[in-house]
T-cell receptor, first 114, second 116 residues
Framework: GDSVTQMEGPVTLSEEAFLTINCTYTATGYPSLFWYVQYPGEGLQLLLKATKADDKGSNKGFEATYRKETTSFHLEKGSVQVSDSAVYFCALSGWKDSSYKLIFGSGTRLLVRP | NAGVTQTPKFQVLKTGQSMTLQCAQDMNHNSMYWYRQDPGMGLRLIYYSASEGTTDKGEVPNGYNVSRLNKREFSLRLESAAPSQTSVYFC???????????????FGQGTRLTVV
């Protein structure tokens, strides 16, 4: 079945540093790709998405580009803030256990220090 | 602006006890889901309901049952809790089935369950 692999965390950065969180995927067909964010004590919420190759999703200063040739969807932000501290999940709409589902990576915790 | 509401937020059970986690959404969504979140494993789908009147097993259904009570409500029941079911449980909903290409899922705030 389809799967998502994220870089291990935690990632610790100073405020205003550049952020990259790596995400690669394995999928049959052409999945949609998502980044979800989970702030402390809250549920997940959609951060951005891309539905086809070379699409760039963006929101709140975060960006990710759907790269079919490298099967990647890395999350980037040019200048992180303390308020960006959260757990970030890469996900895809793909085939698993004989049906289509939203499949999540294991999550990457980001800690931004002042 | 309620979105997806889960109750309770925290629960401690003894091994063998039963309980039901409640979930309701006010967005008129067709599909609803129950996930569990464990350290280092991301979110794993327990059960889902693609539309009112249907339920199906997800990745880790053993030890759980679900009921889609109506379009708004989707409950998760643990009949005989085990320590392996200690986890954070999330209910989610989406307008259509998340196997669809563009469908966004909306999540509740989670239930932290400890089984001792």
């Amino acid at each position: 079945g389809d799967s998502v692999t994220q870089m291990e965390g935690p990632v610790t950065l100073s405020e205003e540093a550049f952020l990259t969180i790596n995400c690669t995927y394995t999928a049959t067909g052409y999945p949609s790709l998502f980044w979800y964010v989970q702030y402390p004590g809250e549920g997940l919420q959609l951060l951005l998405k891309a539905t086809k190759a070379d699409d760039k999703g963006s929101n709140k200063g975060f960006e990710a580009t759907y790269r079919k040739e490298t099967t990647s969807f890395h999350l980037e932000k040019g200048s992180v803030q303390v308020s960006d501290s959260a757990v970030y999940f890469c996900a895809l709409s793909g085939w698993k256990d004989s049906s289509y589902k939203l499949i999540f990576g294991s999550g990457t915790r980001l800690l931004v220090r002042p | 602006n309620a979105g997806v509401t889960q109750t309770p937020k925290f629960q401690v059970l003894k091994t063998g006890q039963s309980m039901t986690l409640q979930c309701a959404q006010d967005m008129n969504h067709n599909s609803m889901y129950w996930y569990r979140q464990d350290p280092g494993m991301g979110l794993r789908l327990i059960y889902y309901s693609a539309s009112e009147g249907t339920t199906d097993k997800g990745e880790v259904p053993n030890g759980y049952n679900v009921s889609r009570l109506n379009k708004r409500e989707f409950s998760l029941r643990l009949e005989s809790a085990a320590p392996s079911q200690t986890s954070v449980y999330f209910c989610a909903s989406s307008e259509d089935w998340t196997g669809g290409m563009n469908t966004e899922a909306f999540f509740g705030q989670g239930t932290r369950l400890t089984v001792v």
